[in-house]
C-alpha cells in the first residue's frame, strides 16, 4: 500500500509502497483510509523534529484520517463492513523499518472494537485509547470526517475549561484549533469571542462567530477583561504577552505546543488573580455533540478546508498551501472505496 513517510526530522518526506501490517488483535477491523486532513501544529511538530517528546523515525504521518471498514476481526462485535470510523491509522511495521506517527496517511489500517473489549472483561489499559474510534453516521459525507478529530477534542477542552453562557473569550492564534474554539463558543452561547491573529483570516473568523479580530502586532487595540483566555499557539511569550487582559478570577488555558519546555508568565503584567488550567480533554467524549453540530450547519468543513480536495500524489502542494496560509487544514483523498 502507498503511505506518506516522514524519514527524518528535517521536513523529508516520501510518498513510499510498504507493506500492510496484519491486524493487531481480533478485535480490530481492517479499514480503507478514505480522507485524512493535515494538522498544521502536529503534523508540521512531526516533520521538523518539534514535539516536546521523541518520535520514532521513520514514521507514517497522520492523525486526522476516517477509514471505512472492509472486513472484521473474529471478536468484533459492534462495528461492520462500510461504516466510516474515526481516527483510524496503520499498524507499525512488523520488522520495524519504520514506525508511525498515528498512520493516518496511508492507503489502509485497523480500527479496534473497543466496546467489545470492554464487555469480553479485556484490560482496560489494552483498548482505552482506541475509545476515539467512533463511527461517523452514513448522513455526514465522509470528507467531512477528518475534521471530527480536532472538533471533538477543542469541544471538550472548551466545556472542560468551563466556556457557556455569558463568557468573555480571548483567543490567541487563527489556525485551525483556534477556528474550532470560535464555532464552539458561540454554538454554547459566549457573549464575546475575540481573536488576536493574522489579518488574512479574519473573514472566515468572523463568519464561525468572533465577534472581534485583533491583528497580533496591534494588542494595543484591545480594551477588554476576559475571564476565559486560550492560547492555541504556545510561543514563549505569547500567553504572557495577554496577561493584562485576563479578569479578576480568569483562567488560561495553553492549548498550543510550539515553544512548550520555554513558556514564560511574568506575573506582573496583570494585576488579577487567575488560575491556569492544567487538565486537558477527552476528545472521544464530545462525538455526539459533532454529529449535531455538523447536522445543524454549525460546523463548515470550507472553513478549514477550502474547497481543494489533494492526493497522496499532491501532498507536498497540500503542504505548501499550509505554508503560505492559502488553507487552514488541506483536505487528503486517500484511498475512497
Same mark, same amino acid.
Given at each position: 500500500?502507498?503511505?506518506?513517510?516522514?524519514?527524518?526530522?528535517?521536513?523529508?518526506? +516520501?510518498?513510499?509502497?510498504?507493506?500492510?501490517?496484519?491486524?493487531?488483535?481480533? %478485535?480490530?477491523? $481492517?479499514?480503507? @483510509?478514505?480522507? !485524512? #486532513?493535515?494538522?498544521?501544529?502536529?503534523?508540521?511538530?512531526?516533520?521538523?523534529?518539534?514535539?516536546?517528546?521523541?518520535?520514532?523515525?521513520?514514521?507514517?504521518?497522520?492523525?486526522?484520517?476516517?477509514?471505512?471498514?472492509?472486513?472484521?476481526?473474529?471478536?468484533?462485535?459492534?462495528?461492520?463492513?462500510?461504516?466510516?470510523?474515526?481516527?483510524?491509522g496503520c499498524?507499525?511495521?512488523?520488522?520495524?523499518?519504520?514506525?508511525?506517527?498515528?498512520?493516518?496517511?496511508?492507503?489502509?489500517?485497523?480500527c479496534r472494537?473497543?466496546?467489545?473489549?470492554?464487555?469480553?472483561?479485556?484490560?482496560?489499559?489494552?483498548?482505552?485509547?482506541?475509545?476515539?474510534?467512533?463511527?461517523?453516521?452514513?448522513?455526514?459525507?465522509?470528507? +467531512?470526517?477528518?475534521?471530527?478529530?480536532?472538533?471533538?477534542?477543542?469541544?471538550? %477542552?472548551?466545556? $472542560?475549561?468551563? @466556556?457557556?453562557? !455569558? #463568557?468573555?473569550?480571548?483567543?490567541?492564534?487563527?489556525?485551525?484549533?483556534?477556528?474550532?474554539?470560535?464555532?464552539?463558543?458561540?454554538?454554547?452561547?459566549?457573549?464575546?469571542?475575540?481573536?488576536?491573529?493574522?489579518?488574512?483570516?479574519?473573514?472566515?473568523?468572523?463568519?464561525?462567530?468572533?465577534?472581534?479580530?485583533?491583528?497580533?502586532?496591534?494588542?494595543?487595540?484591545?480594551?477588554?477583561?476576559?475571564?476565559?483566555?486560550?492560547?492555541?499557539?504556545?510561543?514563549?511569550?505569547?500567553?504572557?504577552?495577554?496577561?493584562?487582559?485576563?479578569?479578576?478570577?480568569?483562567?488560561?488555558?495553553?492549548?498550543?505546543?510550539?515553544?512548550?519546555?520555554?513558556?514564560?508568565?511574568?506575573?506582573?503584567?496583570?494585576?488579577?488573580?487567575?488560575?491556569?488550567?492544567?487538565?486537558?480533554?477527552?476528545?472521544?467524549?464530545?462525538?455526539?455533540?459533532?454529529?449535531?453540530?455538523?447536522?445543524?450547519?454549525?460546523?463548515?468543513?470550507?472553513?478549514?478546508?477550502g474547497e481543494?480536495?489533494?492526493?497522496?500524489?499532491?501532498?507536498?502542494?497540500?503542504?505548501?498551501?499550509?505554508?503560505?496560509?492559502?488553507?487552514?487544514?488541506?483536505?487528503?483523498?486517500?484511498?475512497?472505496?
Amino acid at each position: 500500500m502507498r503511505a506518506i513517510l516522514v524519514d527524518r526530522p528535517d521536513g523529508a518526506i +516520501s510518498v513510499r509502497e510498504i507493506d500492510e501490517a496484519p491486524l493487531p488483535t481480533e %478485535y480490530d477491523c $481492517r479499514v480503507a @483510509i478514505e480522507y !485524512g #486532513t493535515i494538522c498544521a501544529g502536529t503534523d508540521n511538530h512531526i516533520l521538523h523534529g518539534r514535539l516536546p517528546w521523541e518520535m520514532p523515525y521513520p514514521l507514517v504521518l497522520g492523525h486526522e484520517s476516517v477509514g471505512r471498514v472492509v472486513s472484521v476481526g473474529a471478536k468484533v462485535k459492534n462495528l461492520k463492513v462500510g461504516d466510516l470510523v474515526a481516527r483510524v491509522g496503520c499498524a507499525p511495521a512488523v520488522d520495524k523499518s519504520w514506525d508511525i506517527g498515528w498512520g493516518g496517511f496511508a492507503e489502509f489500517g485497523f480500527c479496534r472494537d473497543w466496546r467489545a473489549m470492554e464487555a469480553d472483561g479485556v484490560a482496560k489499559s489494552e483498548w482505552d485509547a482506541y475509545r476515539i474510534n467512533k463511527v461517523i453516521p452514513a448522513d455526514i459525507a465522509a470528507e +467531512s470526517g477528518p475534521l471530527f478529530i480536532t472538533l471533538r477534542e477543542t469541544l471538550s %477542552y472548551t466545556k $472542560r475549561l468551563g @466556556i457557556g453562557e !455569558g #463568557t468573555k473569550l480571548l483567543i490567541v492564534g487563527s489556525g485551525g484549533n483556534a477556528l474550532a474554539f470560535v464555532a464552539h463558543a458561540k454554538r454554547l452561547g459566549a457573549a464575546q469571542i475575540v481573536v488576536i491573529g493574522s489579518a488574512a483570516r479574519e473573514g472566515v473568523f468572523r463568519e464561525a462567530g468572533a465577534t472581534g479580530y485583533v491583528n497580533y502586532k496591534a494588542l494595543s487595540e484591545i480594551t477588554e477583561r476576559f475571564d476565559r483566555v486560550i492560547d492555541t499557539v504556545g510561543k514563549e511569550s505569547s500567553s504572557d504577552d495577554i496577561l493584562p487582559f485576563l479578569a479578576d478570577g480568569a483562567t488560561l488555558g495553553i492549548y498550543g505546543l510550539d515553544d512548550w519546555k520555554k513558556l514564560t508568565l511574568r506575573p506582573a503584567r496583570t494585576t488579577a488573580t487567575f488560575t491556569i488550567y492544567q487538565g486537558s480533554y477527552d476528545e472521544p467524549e464530545t462525538h455526539d455533540e459533532i454529529v449535531a453540530g455538523l447536522r445543524e450547519g454549525v460546523y463548515q468543513r470550507t472553513w478549514w478546508t477550502g474547497e481543494a480536495i489533494f492526493t497522496l500524489s499532491t501532498f507536498e502542494q497540500a503542504l505548501a498551501a499550509i505554508e503560505s496560509r492559502e488553507i487552514i487544514k488541506p483536505l487528503i483523498r486517500i484511498n475512497v472505496v
